[in-house]
């Protein structure tokens, strides 16, 4: 049987953005290093993708710097960010230039920053990069992780919230 599709209308990128902002997320900063220069973008496309191999994913848009440079360092950490690192959160986003400047860093094994101050912190190993559109999917096989106490940094509508005591 022939299913005929009635041609569709694009869904407008606004709205689709509007409506996907209702989706609450945490938001994580995604940190990386290539010949000792760092590299490090905010995130929210952050999700657990499989348990055995422990894998997640991240989705940077096309050619952000960020996302080029975990691409030629095969290697990449996650710092899920608390509540009180909202400040920190937009030193990654736009075009702040010194967005390591005099935070007490930490590093990894493999050399990939790590900020302080985290709820989390997980490092990976590059594991895939599937197309996903305008942005890359890049997917992290998990070789590192460790936890903190307390309350997660939550994006939602646009916003930076808290969670209710
Ligand atoms: C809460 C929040 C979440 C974000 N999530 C993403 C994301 O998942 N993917 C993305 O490409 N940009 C995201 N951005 C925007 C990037 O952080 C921003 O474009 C950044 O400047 C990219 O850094 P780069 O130029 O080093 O790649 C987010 C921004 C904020 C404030």
Known sequence: MLHEKAAQ????????RKVMGNFATGVAVV???V???RFGMAV???ASVSLDPCLLLVCPKKGSAT?????RSGVFAVNVLGESQQDLCMRFVGEEAS???ELDLDEDNRGVPLLPGSLAHISCQLEAVH?????????????DCSLET???????????CRRAA
């Open 35 to 37: 010949d000792g220069t």
């Open 44 to 46: 929210n496309s952050l």
């Open 131 to 143: 197309p996903g559109g305008d942005h890359d999917i890049i997917v992290g096989r998990v070789v």
């Open 99 to 101: 967005r390591f400047d």
């Open 31 to 33: 940190t990386t290093a």
């Open 67 to 71: 996302g080029d440079a975990i691409k």
């Open 9 to 16: 209308a694009p869904i407008d990128p606004v709205t689709f």
């Open 150 to 160: 307390g309350n997660p940094l939550i994006f939602h509508d646009g916003q930076f």
